[in-house]
């Protein structure tokens, strides 16, 4: 390993939402705080406990020794580092800085999609379980969540049910579909057959597909991503895809996303509503971000990133199988989360959710109600920390709630 992900790093009152927001309210969704005798391990809010790349850190040194930080243009190299990661890193091609556009957050570029193609009302597909994100940004603007459950297989693999898709749009009259490629919180990677699919659905009722790829750097061993709009021609013009270096690189805190769409009409409507509203300015230490996260360090740094990760994934999905008894995780084959079903471990001992993850707040491992994500008795998990706060939040699991 070239970088240590093992250190450890207080983050209290140094602008960590995972850290800071426990025992608060700031979204809905926060853990309470830990009893006294327990220090807090945050397993909720989509971050990292590790250090950025050291290309990231010194783009920025760079940037800010110059004094000044005024108006400005983006620059060439900005739009070049985006061209370069996405074609090397997931096989883009035909990409060019006309079809790259910022976002201050895929959430604002959600919302642009919201407005200029659906009116309030109107009915949006999204798979559940659902990045509680999504199902805000519906909530907020009036649209309405249709959800389409994913189901498991015999092995456990979380898969798309492509009737019941096809149903639900044609019975609610729904033109726009919401998609997460990488899936938040399963952890899915799906497949290039699985995609088409999909795809195959949308075209065949028309819709347009807004495709969250945010997650597709963090891929582990055997995987691959397959950048929705890379399907087929018409996957090309049907699809808003939406990246953003913050969760590779633990930079949500500067904001700094961008979207890439083909399609010329649709470029044009998500475009003029950022414009009119003002609402994306990009902030010219995010674009410096950026470029340092998609240099060929960048690259060295996420592989290694990726395994340490797959680890993590592995021993905590490996942990649970063997010391909670009733409760089910699939071992995800990307993103830092894993997707705990405790239905059987309910059942079993009469407890609530409630109950359990009261349990676990109180012993300090703030992990995440996952009905949040519109499922029943589950909870999300963090597994990006260095191994042995892991370790030791799985022991206290284990000592203090399924027991």
């Known amino acids: 390993m070239n970088y240590d992900f093992t250190k450890l790093i ?19 969704i926060e853990p309470d705080a830990a009893r006294p005798g327990f220090d807090e391990i945050p397993m909720w809010v989509a971050d990292m406990n590790f250090e950025t790349c050291p290309a990231v850190t010194r783009a920025l040194e760079e940037r800010i020794r110059h004094p000044l930080y005024g108006y400005f243009i983006p620059s060439d190299t900005y739009y070049q580092s985006i061209i370069d990661w996405q074609t090397k890193r997931h096989g883009y091609t035909g990409l060019t800085a006309g079809l790259i556009g910022y976002e201050n957050g895929v959430h ?12 309030p009302g109107d009915a949006v597909l999204v798979h559940s379980p659902s990045y509680v994100g999504f199902l805000k940004d519906l909530k907020q603007t009036g649209r309405r969540a249709v ?22 749009i044609r019975q609610n009259h729904i033109r726009l579909a ?12 799906w497949e290039r057959w699985e995609i088409e699919k999909a795809m195959e659905v949308y075209r065949s009722n028309r819709c347009i597909v807004i495709s969250d790829e945010i997650w597709s750097d963090i ?11 890379m399907i087929d021609e018409d996957a090309k013009h049907r699809t808003i895809g939406i990246y953003a270096p913050s969760k590779t690189f633990n930079l949500a805190g500067l904001i700094g996303s961008y979207h890439i769409i083909y399609d010329e009409i649709l470029r044009e409507k998500i475009r003029n509503h950022g414009d009119r509203t003002h609402y994306n300015e990009m902030n010219v230490l995010s674009m410096h971000a950026l470029i340092g996260a998609y ?10 990133l990726c395994m ?10 490996d942990y649970i199988d063997q010391h909670f008894e009733g409760c089910s995780v699939s071992m995800p084959q990307g993103t830092y989360m894993l997707f705990m079903d405790c239905s059987g471990y309910l059942k079993r001992t009469g407890r609530t959710l409630d109950e359990v993850l009261k349990a676990g707040w109180d012993v300090g491992v703030a992990y995440q109600d996952g009905r949040k994500f519109a499922w029943e008795d589950a909870i999300r998990i963090n597994c990006a920390l260095p191994l042995s706060r892991l370790e030791e939040a799985m022991e206290r ?7």
């Open 147 to 168: 959800l389409s459950p994913l189901k498991k297989d015999r092995d456990g693999i979380w898969r798309m049910d492509y009737e019941d898709m096809d149903r639900r």
């Open 397 to 403: 699991l284990s000592k203090y709630v399924f027991i």
């Open 308 to 317: 340490v990760l797959e680890e993590n994934c592995r021993y905590a999905a």
């Open 10 to 28: 207080d983050r209290r009152g140094k602008d960590a939402t995972a850290y800071d927001g426990i025992g608060k309210t700031v979204w809905g």
């Open 178 to 189: 919401m998609f997460c490629s990488p899936h938040n919180p399963t952890g899915r990677v």
């Open 295 to 304: 240099s060929e360090e960048g690259q060295i740094w996420t592989d290694e």
């Open 108 to 119: 604002g570029c959600v919302i642009s999609c919201l407005n200029t193609l659906t009116e």
């Open 219 to 229: 891929i582990f061993a055997g995987h691959h991503h397959i950048p929705t709009a």
